[in-house]
T-cell receptor, first 115, second 116 residues
Framework: DAGVIQSPRHEVTEMGQEVTLRCKPISGHDYLFWYRQTMMRGLELLIYFNNNVPIDDSGMPEDRFSAKMPNASFSTLKIQPSEPRDSAVYFC?????????????FGEGSRLTVL | AQSVAQPEDQVNVAEGNPLTVKCTYSVSGNPYLFWYVQYPNRGLQFLLKYITGDNLVKGSYGFEAEFNKSQTSFHLKKPSALVSDSALYFCAVRDIEAAGANNLFFGTGTRLTVIP
């Protein structure tokens, strides 16, 4: 199994530009999570999906952030317009349908730098 | 509300010595507890979890953790540290009786450095 695949691994953009991060979860996993990691705030959950349906998006910072999961094998996190404070590593993780007992499998992350 | 505390930002230990990385948690119901490790420029990797049963849980790479309900702790341990264990370690908790029970709350991480 290839694991959770994220792209791009690195993104450098200028303030105001649109950023799209992509994630392919592990096949058969029903849960997909987007986390953001910064030195100041650690790991924060942004949103998670179950069977492609958003369940909890209370961690999405503001309207500039949006996430979609059009099918079981693909999700996007979009930031529009981007700001320097959005600079962080964004992780996607997936989990099988084992409910609360299941561990998360993380991708390698997308490091975003907004200038 | 659920939360996790890792009181030490940094832990240094000599190679071959036992190591402990501390974690305490706060939940309103029963906890599910997890440990993850993160190597530089990599994603988090699952080490072990406590769901129910034996309070001593064994995981990957020789790590183990002990669930202590009275002290609300879940410390990570290893009898003999290796230089390759140097990494960032995260404790995480789920409160199975809370809304959004599938969400994992992570601690702030502890950087472990094993000195040769």
């Amino acid at each position: 199994d290839a694991g959770v695949i994220q792209s791009p691994r690195h993104e450098v953009t200028e303030m105001g530009q649109e950023v799209t991060l992509r994630c392919k979860p592990i096949s058969g996993h029903d849960y997909l999570f987007w986390y953001r990691q910064t030195m100041m705030r650690g790991l924060e959950l942004l949103i998670y999906f179950n069977n492609n349906v958003p369940i909890d998006d209370s961690g999405m910072p503001e309207d500039r952030f949006s996430a979609k999961m059009p099918n079981a094998s693909f999700s996007t996190l979009k930031i529009q317009p981007s700001e320097p404070r959005d600079s962080a590593v964004y992780f996607c993780a997936s989990s099988p349908q084992t409910g609360a007992t299941g561990e998360l499998f993380f991708g390698e992350g997308s490091r975003l730098t907004v200038l | 509300a659920q939360s996790v505390a890792q009181p030490e930002d940094q832990v240094n230990v000599a190679e071959g010595n036992p190591l402990t990385v501390k974690c305490t948690y706060s939940v309103s119901g029963n906890p599910y507890l997890f440990w993850y490790v993160q190597y530089p420029n990599r994603g988090l990797q699952f080490l072990l979890k406590y769901i129910t049963g034996d309070n001593l849980v064994k995981g990957s790479y020789g790590f183990e953790a002990e669930f202590n309900k009275s002290q609300t702790s879940f410390h990570l341990k290893k009898p003999s540290a290796l230089v390759s264990d140097s990494a960032l370690y995260f404790c995480a908790v789920r409160d199975i009786e809370a809304a959004g029970a599938n969400n994992l709350f992570f601690g702030t991480g502890t950087r472990l450095t094993v000195i040769p």
